[in-house]
């Protein structure tokens, strides 16, 4: 996992914010995130063996990292230090689960290419390479080279601020995006009246043999080449922070297809994940190990047909 390290504020607020409103906050989480080191932290959780990059800046904020990758049974190995400052987050989520983040990327962004060829060994024997993008796109280009060479399947989460570089998609195998992150890719392929198949089919003939798109509580659907569209509806829950839903719906879709379940069940993995974080505030604590997931599946609905 090439993992962001985020310092990341969660406020509950009545209603978000509008310009020139100071809030009283109900309620308020501090904690070790950012959607990379949320994928390491999930992944681990769910049992996969996990490695990777985390890059933190020099000022306190830094101090957060190590604590919180030996309480998540990651290796302290995946810290790299900057002379920056270290990546930050605000976030606000309003009673009915509504959210808005302000995410300062800092340190995170300084992950580059040469830092990336000192994990070549890593990154050539993963069963699936992750990365999102908070880390900077010269190491996540690197990865994904150093990846697709050795044959291993790779998986992004794009910007929800930029477009993906070219050279990127073509070495993604798996695309996660949410709604907000696939009107931003329509708009620079030039297709924002296109239905979601059309987009998809368009994001493939750039690189990915599947794209995934979430929609929230609207569920998922996946776009596999070759194959027809399979829409994943979320599991009804009674969402408190939808934050960090996505990060944990890709690491269970990740971790179900790199132990090689079908698309299907790996849809459905990553559906309980999204819904088990949004059950929760905050990301860190809220993600759930195998054993929740497991018992969240066997008391939903079974798999239709
Ligand atoms: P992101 O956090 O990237 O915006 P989404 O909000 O689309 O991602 O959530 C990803 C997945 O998590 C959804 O497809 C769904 O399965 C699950 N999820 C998200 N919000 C809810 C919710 N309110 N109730 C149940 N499941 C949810």
């Not at 406020?11 to 904690?31: C, D, I, K, N, W």
């Not at 063996?49 to 985390?54: F, H, S």
Request: overall charge negative; hydrophobic content about 55%; charged content about 20%.
């Amino acid at each position: 996992v090439l993992a962001s390290f985020i310092a990341a504020s969660a406020m509950r607020v009545g209603r978000l914010p509008e310009p020139g409103q100071s809030l009283e906050a109900s309620a308020y989480t501090f904690e070790a995130g950012g959607k990379g080191l949320n994928l390491a932290v999930a992944a681990r959780r769910l049992g996969a063996a996990v490695d990777g990059l985390i890059a933190v800046g020099s000022d306190p904020l830094a101090a957060l990292a190590e604590p919180a990758l030996r309480r998540a049974g990651l290796p302290p190995g995946m810290l790299r230090r900057f002379e920056a400052q270290t990546g930050a987050g605000i976030g606000f989520t309003q009673d009915d689960g509504e959210n808005c983040l302000a995410v300062f990327l800092g340190a995170n962004r300084l992950l580059d290419a040469a830092s990336i060829r000192g994990a070549a060994e890593g990154l050539a024997a993963a069963d699936l390479v992750l990365a999102q993008f908070e880390v900077g796109d010269a190491a996540i280009a690197e990865a994904f080279r150093l990846a697709r060479a050795a044959g291993r399947p790779t998986l992004l989460n794009p910007s929800p601020f930029r477009p993906i570089e070219a050279g990127i998609l073509r070495d993604t195998a798996i695309l996660v995006v949410n709604a907000s992150e696939a009107r931003l890719l329509a708009a620079a392929l030039d297709r924002s009246g296109a239905d979601e198949a059309a987009l998809a089919a368009a994001l493939r003939a750039r690189g990915p043999d599947l794209v995934v798109i979430t929609r929230g509580a609207g569920g998922a659907t996946a776009y596999p080449a070759g194959s027809a569209p399979r829409h994943q509806a979320a599991f009804p829950v009674a969402a408190v922070d939808t934050l960090g839903a996505g990060d944990a719906f890709a690491a269970g879709l990740a971790v179900s297809l790199s132990e090689g379940r079908g698309l299907a069940e790996a849809m459905r993995w990553g559906a309980a994940c999204g819904a088990l974080v949004a059950m929760r505030l905050g990301v860190f604590d809220a993600l759930p190990d195998r054993a929740a997931v497991e018992a969240f599946l066997a008391a939903a609905a079974p798999l239709a047909p």
